[in-house]
Each structure stands twice: as structure tokens, then as C-alpha cells.
């Protein structure tokens, strides 16, 4: 009877053990393999991390090379158009001052043959003065003349030495406003260059610095562009300088013309109707 007992606790202590030892064995087995998992999570991820940290760093260091480089041929690009700007600017006046002689010359001749054929006629007409009285007239004709021509010109040369003083002014503001924005221009690109490259640096995100390069560049080139189409005001200005002195010349021709007419009538009353040798030229 003790036996049987004995036996059956006998038997119930294995089964119990072998329940109870199996879960134990397999609790301790499992919690190196966990810690193994998740030191593998990390490692992995501390992978992911270095390699994420690596492409940004890639991609920051592309486009800071990108942004030097556009940098440069903006500046490049700068430097060329100043040069042919000074070029340009040194054959405009080089051939203003060409355009002027030449002008002056012709104005010159033109006047100089005018002096020389009223000279002729002039003293044809003096031939035919007969009496004291056509005489007089004929010499306060040629005296008349003579001033009208002289007033006439001194007055064209005065407006044109004026109109070409205030066109050499507003030139003069135009290139020193031009000079002014393509400083400013020049400053800015450099500006915002050197903020790119203090951003790099520092290791910023590459879309950040290049978000930010396109925007200050676009700002900087809209602002530049802008102040450029003030070329049309400038335009208009000259014009308007223009305007005004053909209208000053146009009244000074018209007085010369009036004074002329004047002077051609009362001479004619001087002379027989037959006579038309009174008549004379506007040079101008």
C-alpha cells in the first residue's frame, strides 16, 4: 500500500518536472534570443542611420558644388558684360564724337557756300543801284542780312552745344545708375555665394540651401532686370530733350524766315517790279 503511494507521488513529482522544467529551461533560452533581436534592431538601424546621414551628406556636398559652380558663371558672366559694356560705351562716344565733326563740318561747308553765293548776288544787286536811295536800301538789306544770318546761327549752335551738354549729362547718370545696379548685382551674387557656402559648412540640409539659393537668386536677377527697363524712361527722356530743342530751332528759323521776308519787301520797294534779284536762300 505504501508502495503503491509512493509511486504514484513518484509519478506525479516526474510529470510535474517535466512540465515545470521544459517552460523553465525554454524562459531562460529565449531572453538571450530577445536581447539578440533587439540588438540586432539596433544594429540595423544604427546602419539605416549612418547610412541616411551619408547619402545627406552626399547630397549636401553635390549641391554645394552645383551652387559653386553656378556661382562662378554667373560671376564669370558678369565680368564678360562689364567688359563689353566698357567696350560698348567707349565706341558710342567714339562715334558720337564722330557723328558731331562730321556734322559740324557739313554745317560748316553749307554755311560757307551760302556766305560765298549771297556774297555774288550781293554785289550784283549793288550794281544795280542807281539812285542814293536804292542804294541805302540795298546796303541796310545786306546789313539786315548779314545780322539775321549771324543771330540765326549763334542760336542753332547755342541749342545744339545745349542739347548735346544735357544728352552727355543724363548719359553720364545713366552709367553711373548702371554701374550702380551691376555692383549691386555683383555684391548680391557674392552675398548670397558666401551664405552657401557658410550653410555647407555648418552641414545643412541640401534642400534648405538650395531652396534658399534659388530664392535670393531670383530675387537678385528680378530686382537687377527691373532697374534695366528703366532704359525706356531714359529713352523717353532724351526724346523729350530732343522734342524741346527742334521746337526752339523750328521758332528761330521761323523769326530768321520772317526777317528775311521783311527785309526782301522793303528792298522790292526800292526797285523797279522787274527787279528779282532780292531773292535769298535760308541756309541753315
Sequence with gaps: MNYKKLSKISLIAFLALTFIFPSVSL?????????????????IQEARDAKKEEIQTNKTEKTCAMISSQAEKIQNRLTERIAKLTQKRTETQSNIAERVAQRTTKRTERRTKWE??????????????????????????????????KTKNDAVDAILTQLRAEIQTQNNERKSEIDSQIDSYKNAVASITSQVQSDCSAGKDAK?????????????????????????????EIKTLKDAKKTEMQ??????????????????????????????????
Excluded at 27 to 43: F, I, L, T
Excluded at 217 to 232: L, P, V, Y
Excluded at 255 to 270: I, M, W
Design 251 to 284: 521758332k528761330i528759323l521761323e523769326t530768321f524766315k520772317k526777317t528775311v521776308e521783311n527785309a526782301k519787301t522793303e528792298l522790292r520797294a526800292s526797285f523797279p517790279a522787274k527787279t528779282d534779284s532780292t531773292e535769298t536762300e535760308t541756309e541753315e
Design 208 to 236: 534648405e540651401i538650395r531652396e534658399s539659393y534659388r530664392t535670393q537668386m531670383k530675387q537678385a536677377r528680378e530686382t537687377f532686370s527691373n532697374r534695366e527697363r528703366n532704359r525706356e524712361e531714359f529713352n523717353a
Design 116 to 149: 560765298t553765293t549771297k556774297t555774288a548776288n550781293w554785289e550784283k544787286l549793288q550794281s544795280k543801284a542807281q539812285t542814293d536811295a536804292q542804294k541805302t536800301a540795298v546796303a541796310k538789306f545786306i546789313q539786315t542780312m548779314q545780322t539775321a544770318v
Design 27 to 43: 524562459a531562460v533560452g529565449n531572453a538571450p534570443s530577445q536581447e539578440a533581436r533587439d540588438a540586432k534592431k539596433a544594429e
